[in-house]
């Protein structure tokens, strides 16, 4: 039972060790305004970069493929910085 246990704690650390990684190594993207998008993922590993929502498709040029009802769809999706400096796809 001791030893039932002890494995227990063992993969309840290691199970916290990931958790945390996993939530360090996320890139919050952010509207133009400067509200998050918590749907939205980076579209690159750099570090400042375009990103779209996880059901659509990130394309070269910056914009985001939607994947609805609606049919083919484009769209700006938001950013990993904040501000909106380079990096950031803002035609406009």
């Not at 063992?10 to 990684?21: D, E, Q, R």
């Not at 360090?24 to 509207?31: E, L």
């Not at 970069?49 to 484009?74: F, H, P, W």
Request: one cysteine or more; aromatic letters at 8%; charged letters at 15%.
């Amino acid at each position: 039972m001791a030893r039932f246990t002890a494995t227990l704690r063992l993969v309840a650390t290691l199970l916290s060790f990931c958790a945390i990684g996993v939530r360090c190594q996320g890139r919050t993207c952010y509207a133009l305004d400067g509200t998050e998008y918590p749907h939205d993922v980076p579209c690159t590993n750099g570090e400042v970069t375009v990103c779209c929502n996880a059901k659509d498709i990130c394309m070269s040029n910056g914009l985001c493929y939607l994947q609805g009802e609606r049919g083919s769809v484009l769209s700006r999706g938001s950013c990993t910085d904040k501000n909106w400096g380079t990096g950031c796809f803002a035609p406009c």
